[in-house]
Each structure stands twice: as structure tokens, then as C-alpha cells.
């Protein structure tokens, strides 16, 4: 019993220390109060983060877009892209850090982020247990907001995902303990102001793009003091936003009702704690082709960061197939970056050549294998598109 004793009061202590770093988190997001104003920057600085495995492949292809697209703006000055490297898992490893100090100093210089996927080790994994590169990164560069959308016209389907990026069981996933042998505890998070301001930026999207749906979803039945304050401060939120439906639903449910026909044409608008919306959003992207078609969007009121939904693909190195490689998720993040900071015109004329060449054309076809286009000819296409339809 002693022992027990001595086992609880060290749990205790390290709880003591976790719950202190996230009391100072609560009070931190309080003080950033204003989103920045890209209009007002003399010189956009877009970081170009190419992760590992096919991360660096399908990066690059979409950083020579852009910059297709925004020739004229990096001609005058008004656009800058920013290489940055470091954030492989060979180097991640070798530093014992989920960002090395370096290459956050670097994601720091940029306002916004084109990131590729990174490999996060798993038990069993010839890496340290460091951290989730993306979780580090929405927490250091307070991303707070991971927005997702799926459209598939004809089936019906036109859903925006507002995913809480930086609390629930992922704010602390990494520091969970070991009691003993034979026992093991994590924890999850949420704080007022984590759930309010997701919960407010799903409303003003579903404001100002005209949709008439808000739906929450949690597990508030069982988990009932996180879930349940994400659940009553979103209802509260809503409650300022007469014109728009609110609904809730468990994350059970609303996963079987994704593919009920009859029901899934309802959803518009999707607000969700981090775990579930992880979830969930890789489900919705299969609609619309799989996780490899669907890109994010990380937003926060200083920094933004864009990327694709899915891993880094090491079979796919590891097999030398890289340059076939599927940039279309990457470039389906470049459209919501391009929209962020305000070149809408560009932005649209990406989503449309992408709808062409993934939907309607195919004239070439991304297999990750040699019977498929390579990742850089299918960015010739797109480039070839957007120059045939604006012409």
C-alpha cells in the first residue's frame, strides 16, 4: 500500500504540472485578440514545409502552381515563397523534438504555410517517441481551426468540417502516464475560449457562405465535462446566429449517417472536437475520392499553415514510386490558401481546372504506380487547364 501511495503521488505531481501548463494555455489564447490583415502586408510570405516521405514530391509540384498563379504578385514583391527543410523524421528524431528549434524559427518568418505530411512514430517505430509534427506546430503557431471541405454535386454532398485543432485528446496525447505495469491514463482537454472560438468561426463561414446548418458533434452523453462544455458552449455560441439551423449529434451516429443517402444531403457545416473530427473528415473525404483528394486548412489569428489530409506514403519511397505520387490534395490545399489571403481569382481558377482534371476530363489519371501519370506531369495539366479556361 506504501508503495501504491508513493506510485499515486507522483502521478499526482506530473497531473499537477500538466494541468498548470494548460491553465497558462487557457490564458494565453485569451490575449490575441485581431486575425491579420494580409492586405496590409507589403510582402506575403508563403513557407514552402516539405515534410517527409512523398511530402517533399507532392509540395514542391504545388509550389510550382502557385507560383503559376502568382507570377505577377511574386514579380512586384507582394508574394514570397520560403523554402524550409527540417522537419524529416530522420532530423525530428535526431533532435528528440517534434519541430526542431530551427525550423520553427523559420515557420515563424511565414505567414502562411504549405506543409507536406510527416511521419509520426508509432509503438514498435525505430524513432523516439517524439510528438506529432502537426499537433506541434497547430499548438506552437496556435492553429486552432482545421477546416475540411467535401463537395460531391451529384450525389448531394457540400459539407465544411470545422475540426478544433489544438485541445481534446490530442493537446496532451504525448504525456500520458504509465502508472504501472498495469495501468495507464490520458487525458483530454477543453478550454472556454478553445470551444467558443471554434465554435465561432463555423458560424460566420456558414453566415457569409449563405449555409443554413450548424451541426455539433460530441460524445457528451459519455464524456460529459469536456464533450459536454464543447457541446453547451457551441449551442450558446448558436444561439447569436438566428438564421442558421443548429443541430447536435453523437459521434456514432453521425458517422452511420454520413452514408445514409437519405439523411447526409442534410449536413452542411460540421463543428467538432479534435478527435472526432480527425475521424470523421477522413470518412467524408472517401466521397469525394479518398483522403488523397481532400486537403485542410489550419488557421489561426497569426499564422495559417495548409496541407493535405494524409500521411507521408514511406512504402511508396521505400518502393520507388515517389513520382507518381498524388499532388491533387496538396493542390486542393493551395486553393484554401489562395482564398486565406485573399486571391480569390486565383483560387478559383485552381478549383476549377482541379474539378476538370479530377472529375470531368481525366485525360490523365493518377495511379501511384508507372500505368499512371507522374506527379509533375498531372501539375502540367493543371497548369495547362487553368491556362485553356482563362483565356
Known sequence: MADDAKIIDEAVEKFRALMESQLARAKKIKEDKDFTDYDALDTIVIGICGGDGIGPIITKESERVLAFLLKDEVASGKVKFKEIDGLTIENRAACNKAIPDDVLAELKKCHVILKGPTTTPRAGDPWPNVESANVAMRKELDLFANMRPVKVPEQGIDWTFFRENTEGGYAIGSYGLNITDDLAVDFTVATQEGCERIARLAYEYAKKNNKGKVSIITKANIIKTTDGKFLKTAQKIGEEYPDIVT?????????????????????????LPNLYGDIITDEAAEFQGGVGTAGSANIGKKYAMFEAVHGSAPRMIKEGRGQYADPCSMLRASVMLLSHIGFQKQANALEAALDKCMLEEKKLVITGRSDGCTCSEFGDYVMETITEMTK
Do not use: E, G, H
Request: hydrophobic residues 45%; without cysteine; aromatic residues 16%.
Open 247 to 271: 443541430d447536435d449529434w453523437y459521434v456514432d451516429i453521425t458517422t452511420a449517417k454520413l452514408i445514409d443517402p437519405a439523411r447526409r444531403k442534410d449536413f452542411k457545416v460540421f463543428v
